[in-house]
């Protein structure tokens, strides 16, 4: 049995299993292109940009366009997790905590989709033919928030130039910003702001909007901080100036930009042990992958905090 089962026990006063804060499930799952996978590897092919030429006269020969393609391997990993409960745990208890165990392991696993999501979104992609090329992000589509003098948190400053990448790049699709509590609350002390502004953001701080300057947000307490990252911090430019100490990397994406495949979605098994003494095992699984589809979907915000 779980080593912490006792603290449930009836001596404890609570008729009732509580689950201690934490982050119950997915929150970039259903913001994300969902695909099914068969096999180890899969290869989800793109169609680069083609351009159309002019006619050079009457009975011209028809022009051959060679339109591009380039293609993206997503490669599986599984997961899995387990617990059991006695029957004696039954017992002592006021209630069977089986179905509680599976509730906590599909919490567990959410978890697990978003740390893959965000990996692969900021991290490296594999393409070419045989997909063993690696795709890196470029500093190109990196931003580190500043306001025109001095590295900073994530302002509206920042914000706006963030769109400005994915206008300019004629970048479609629904937009996300995937950030912490510590942006979120950095927009607050912006003083630049217009008024109109600060009522919008002050409302997504509060929770009542969830949306700004055409981004929707998406708090995560999982982003990585960085250390390693060198910018400018006049432009936002990164690649070369001075270190950003202290920064966590919140990142902006399009739907369509990032890809979560999945072999075998969260599946749960509960049932007898017959060598555990019959105890009841709840026991959990999950094959997924993930890649980022087209850079220019995605750009990695350093904030520092």
């Known amino acids: 049995m779980s080593a912490e089962i006792t603290v449930a026990f009836v001596q404890q006063f609570n008729s009732n299993i509580l689950h201690l804060s934490q982050q119950k499930g997915s929150r970039l799952e259903s913001k994300v292109r969902n695909e099914s996978q068969k096999g180890k590897s899969q290869f989800f092919d793109r169609i680069g940009t083609v351009a159309a030429t002019k006619k050079s006269g009457r009975h011209s020969s028809t022009p051959q366009m060679d339109t591009p393609h380039s293609r993206r391997r997503v490669t599986m990993d599984d997961y899995e997790w387990a617990d059991m409960v006695d029957d004696q745990d039954k017992i002592r208890m006021l209630i069977d905590p089986t179905s509680e165990y599976a509730m906590a392991a599909s919490f567990a696993f959410g978890r697990s989709k978003d740390d893959v999501i965000i990996a692969n979104a900021i991290g490296s992609a594999y393409g070419g033919e045989d997909g063993s090329t690696e795709v890196v992000l470029p500093n190109t589509q990196k931003y580190a928030a500043n306001d025109g003098t001095v590295f900073t948190n994530l302002n509206v400053k920042t914000l706006r130039a963030i769109k400005s990448m994915m206008d300019v790049k004629e970048v479609e699709g ?19 702001v217009t008024s109109s502004d600060y009522n919008t953001v002050n409302a997504l701080v509060k929770g009542e909007v969830n949306e700004f300057v055409g981004f929707e947000f998406i708090r995560l307490e999982r982003l990585a901080l960085t250390t390693s990252t060198v910018a400018t911090a006049a432009t936002g430019a990164v690649g070369a100036g001075a270190s950003v100490v202290g920064s966590r990397a919140a990142f902006a994406f399009v739907d369509d930009g990032l890809l979560l495949t999945k072999g075998e979605d969260f599946q749960t098994k509960i049932g007898e042990r017959a060598d555990k003494s019959y105890a009841t095992q709840v026991y959990a699984k999950m094959s997924i992958g993930s890649t980022r589809m087209e850079e220019e979907k995605v750009v990695e915000i350093i904030c520092k905090e």
Do not use: D, F, M
């Not at 629904?174 to 630049?192: D, F, H, P």
């Open 174 to 192: 629904k937009r996300y910003i995937v950030c912490a509590s510590s942006q979120i609350n950095s927009l607050l002390g912006q003083t630049e």
